[in-house]
Nanobody, 124 residues
């Protein structure tokens, strides 16, 4: 069964940090581009970051650039999103998604598989 499972969300104070994990089962992430998205209540889903299957090229939305870092550990079949200097406006449900794109150095435009999401709340 193909599955993506996010974890690591929670409640954190402004300025704090969280590390989200996206673990894959039923397939190997090595050949997949991975994206992180978020959706806040009443807002559209937005792309936060992505990492290519090859070369480890990354992309960040302007709103998180310099604060978030995406990385992948293919041995653990997991992709991470390290989030530092969190702000209240980062509050959202965070989703990871995967697209089969072997040998590509760019991020996917569309995604095949989605996780169920993990809640991140930034509040004092």
């Amino acid at each position: 069964q193909v599955q993506l499972v996010e974890s690591g969300g929670g409640l954190v104070q402004p300025g704090g940090s969280l590390r989200l994990s996206c673990a894959a089962s039923g397939f190997t992430l090595d050949y997949y581009g991975i994206g992180w998205f978020r959706q806040a209540p009443g807002k559209e889903r937005e792309g936060v970051s992505c990492i290519s299957s090859s070369a480890g090229n990354t992309y960040y939305a302007d709103s998180v650039k310099g604060r978030f870092t995406i990385s992948r550990d293919n041995a653990k079949n997991t992709v991470y999103l390290q989030m530092n200097s969190l702000k209240p406006e980062d509050t959202a449900v965070y989703y990871c998604a995967a697209k089969y794109l072997p040998g590509r150095s760019s991020c996917p435009r569309t995604y095949e598989y989605w996780g169920q999401g993990t809640q991140v709340t930034v509040s004092s």
